[in-house]
C-alpha cells in the first residue's frame, strides 16, 4: 500500500511499476488497504465513510445496506452511527471492511480481516470474501494466521522475520502449515501468511 518502502524488489500493477508511489497514488490506481486496527472518525457517519470510499455522494441507502450487510451488520442499527468509541473493534473492523467492498478496487489487502470479530460474523465475512473471489475481477491480499481465512487463499506465502518461507498453491502449502503448526515447529512462532 505504500505504508513502508521495499529494501529491494519492484511492485507492479497492471505492467506499472508503483514502487515509489505515495499512498495517495496508489489509491488512485485502485489500490485498497484494510487496517489490522481501523482508525476511527468522531463526527463521521458509517453512511459518510461509505460515500467517501465509494467515490459517490449520491449513495443511495439500499447501496449502503448492501455493503454493511455483507460484512454481517444490520445496516438499520448502523448507517447513521458516528464511527467513534461507542463502537467496538469488531464494529469498526466490519465497517471499514465494507468502505474497501463499495470501493471495488482493483487490489483490495485486508490485514487480520477477523481481528476482533466475534464467530457468527466471522463465518458472514469468510462467506463475503469466497463471494468476493468468485464474482469479482480484484486481486484479493489477506494477511491472515485463521485456518479458515487461509483456506480461501489460491496461493499461500508464509513469511517470517520479513523473509519468504514458503510459497505456493493453497493444495500444497496448507497442508504443510497445519501438519507443521504444533508448538515448536518452524512455521509457529512470528509467522505470518
Known amino acids: 500500500m505504500g505504508l513502508m518502502q521495499p529494501t529491494g524488489g519492484q511492485i507492479l500493477l497492471d505492467g506499472k511499476d508503483i514502487t515509489n508511489l505515495s499512498v495517495t497514488e496508489r489509491a488512485r490506481l485502485g489500490v485498497s488497504y484494510g487496517f489490522q486496527q481501523p482508525p476511527r472518525f468522531k463526527g463521521m457517519k458509517v453512511r459518510d465513510l461509505l460515500e467517501i470510499a465509494s467515490g459517490r455522494n ?14 454481517g451488520l444490520c445496516a438499520g442499527d448502523y448507517i447513521d452511527r458516528e464511527v467513534d468509541t461507542s463502537l467496538s473493534g469488531g464494529e469498526v473492523k466490519r465497517i471499514e471492511i465494507s468502505t474497501i467492498l463499495a470501493r471495488n478496487s482493483k487490489v483490495m489487502i485486508f490485514d ?3 481481528a476482533g470479530i466475534d464467530l457468527w460474523s466471522f463465518a458472514k465475512l469468510t462467506e463475503t470474501f469466497r463471494d468476493l473471489h468468485k464474482n469479482s475481477n480484484s486481486t484479493i491480499i489477506i494477511i491472515s494466521h485463521q485456518e479458515r481465512i487461509i483456506g480461501l487463499a489460491d496461493e499461500i506465502v ?3 522475520g520479513g523473509k519468504i518461507l514458503k510459497r505456493g498453491k493453497r493444495e500444497e502449502v496448507f497442508p504443510v502449515i497445519l501438519a507443521e503448526s504444533a508448538p515448536g515447529c518452524k512455521y509457529t512462532k512470528g509467522a505470518s501468511v
Open 58 to 71: 449520491d449513495l443511495k441507502v439500499e447501496e449502503c445496506c448492501k455493503y454493511l450487510n455483507k460484512v
Open 112 to 114: 487480520e480481516p477477523e
Open 158 to 160: 508464509v513469511l517470517s
